[in-house]
């Protein structure tokens, strides 16, 4: 029996690089040093937080897991291999798990979608890592095959891009994906409605979707952590959380022309690259 009673205190992050490079975590928005990140978690674990995943939290909604007092989720996108070099050392001593979203096509090496905006390359995680943090108890969740914006593809070329990557995945990890993470924080109300129908709990956005947590499990508004935004202590207080939320709103309806009842058709926020 799903327990109706929803948490909506739970704060979502979202990281995609942990570098060990200062000159590229000054300039690239997406990378976060590796000793910056340590401080993220040493603060996380002082203020009283526990990291859960998305599938643990699906397991209290069942009814199966006791959610902890202070829980909060991590979430990487993209699936680079610095998460296993570099982060997964990092969260293995703090005891801290988090969800991975990657890509469902094995054969993609690199972040081929970031040559178009002059960014390095870096390579993605190998088969054999994502089963390694599989087995450690970290989440592992699909992103598409080629990290793609869904609503410019046909109905037809989104729904493989959604269900071939789950069943990928499940396949390698020879167990189950509850989650997913829509490429570029793009949605439409039909693309979630897939995501729904192939049998994803959660799907994660960047922007879109109500403020708190629990709302809408298919549209999950997360906190992105960048190595030029401001502090993590200060994006995990409420009034930041909502004010974010405010300011996509209006600029949602300045794009669209659409009434406050349609913001949720809006497809993503320009800025956002994940």
Not at 162 to 188: M, Q
Not at 205 to 215: E, H, I, K, Y
Not at 247 to 270: C, K, T, V
Request: aromatic letters at 12%; charged letters at 25%; one cysteine or more.
């Amino acid at each position: 029996m799903i327990n109706t009673a929803v948490s909506h205190n739970i704060k979502v992050l979202v990281y995609h690089r942990i570098v060990d490079d200062e000159e590229l975590a000054q300039k690239n928005w997406m990378c976060v040093h590796v000793d910056q990140f340590y401080k993220h978690l040493k603060w996380i674990e002082q203020m009283g937080y526990t990291s859960i995943t998305l599938e643990d939290y699906w397991l209290y909604m069942m009814g199966e897991l006791q959610l902890p007092r202070k829980p909060i989720i991590i979430t990487f996108d993209d699936g680079y291999e610095e998460i296993y070099k570099l982060a997964r050392p990092v969260l293995q001593e703090f005891g801290m798990r988090v969800v991975l979203f990657v890509l469902g096509n094995r054969n993609l090496h690199e972040n081929e979608w970031d040559k178009k905006l002059g960014l390095p390359a870096a390579p993605l995680l190998k088969d054999r890592q994502i089963v390694e943090l599989y087995d450690d108890g970290f989440e592992i969740g699909a992103h598409t095959l080629n990290h793609v914006h869904l609503p410019n593809l046909s109905p037809v070329n989104a729904w493989k891009e959604i269900y071939d990557s789950k069943k990928n995945l499940e396949s390698l990890i020879k167990g189950r994906v509850y989650s997913f993470s829509y490429p570029y924080g793009a949605i439409t109300k039909d693309i979630q409605d897939m995501v729904a129908q192939i049998g994803f709990f959660f799907g994660c956005s960047v922007f879109t979707g109500p403020p708190q947590f629990g709302r809408d499990p298919l549209q999950i508004r997360r906190l992105t952590i960048a190595g030029n935004y401001m502090g993590l202590a200060l994006r995990l207080m409420t009034p930041y959380e909502y004010a974010e939320w405010i300011w996509w709103r209006f600029r949602s309806s300045l794009q669209s022309g659409a009434s406050g009842d349609d913001l949720h058709h809006i497809r993503e926020d320009p800025g956002v690259h994940v």
